[in-house]
């Protein structure tokens, strides 16, 4: 049997979907959610413990928090409210946050060594347009993390070859409702105008899976 892993988890469908999944395949695994001071993260953080909680699987781990501040790197951004959201319009492009991957796998990459894992999971899917989600990018890092730390981790993508619908389909009888993917929540809830939200409804369509998720306005 497989081994211990840590996986880089958000609220969002794919990377909590990710963490429930490998629970049956790994005897021990452990959520990181790395906090970097975003708008919607406290939210975010709530609805992940909620879902994994509902989950019940016994391999999972709770939540462990790492901070990563980003303000003195972003300086103003919409995603530390200083600009517009951007919405259902925008291309995925708009929603970038640079260095996202290099940050996570860096500090995240420190705890596994500190806590003896070797593995640690993303949730990146099929298409993501990002410099920073490139299979030289992953091989590079690991080199990087083994020369550093003196440890080597391996650095895992299984969803990688999947759509988001395709992700939704797999999951559909999890609590996919309690996950969360909106940039700019509204008393607890998904917005349902930002581009994340858009994304979100528009994948439940394409899987043919209802959408119970509670949006404050309906998404477009």
Not at 45 to 67: D, G, N
Not at 108 to 114: P, T
């Amino acid at each position: 049997m497989a081994g211990p892993v840590a996986v880089l988890v958000s609220g969002g469908i794919d990377s909590a979907a990710l963490a429930v999944e490998l629970a049956g395949t790994h005897p021990v695994v452990h959520p990181l959610y790395l906090r970097h001071g975003l708008q919607w993260e406290e939210t975010e953080l709530a609805h992940l413990r909620r879902f994994l909680a509902a989950a019940e699987r016994p391999a999972l781990r709770p939540v462990s928090v790492l901070e990563l501040p980003v303000a003195d790197l972003y300086g103003r951004h919409w995603s530390l409210s200083d600009g517009a959201v951007p919405d259902h319009s925008t291309p995925d492009e708009a929603v970038y946050l640079p260095g996202r991957n290099l940050l996570f796998l860096a500090k995240a990459g420190v705890w596994c060594e500190r806590h003896g894992v070797s593995a640690i999971a993303l949730a990146p899917l099929k298409g993501n347009p990002f410099s920073d989600n490139s299979p030289e990018f992953y091989a590079a890092m690991e080199r990087v993390l083994e020369l550093a730390l003196g440890f080597r981790l391996e650095i895992l993508r299984p969803y990688a070859a999947l759509t988001k619908a395709e992700v939704i389909r797999r999951s559909s009888r999890l609590p996919l409702e309690l996950t969360f993917s909106c940039m700019d929540p509204r008393q607890g809830r998904h917005c349902g105008r930002c581009n994340k939200c858009a994304e979100r409804h528009r994948a439940f369509r394409e899987a043919g899976v209802e959408d119970r998720t509670e949006y404050a306005a309906p998404p477009r």
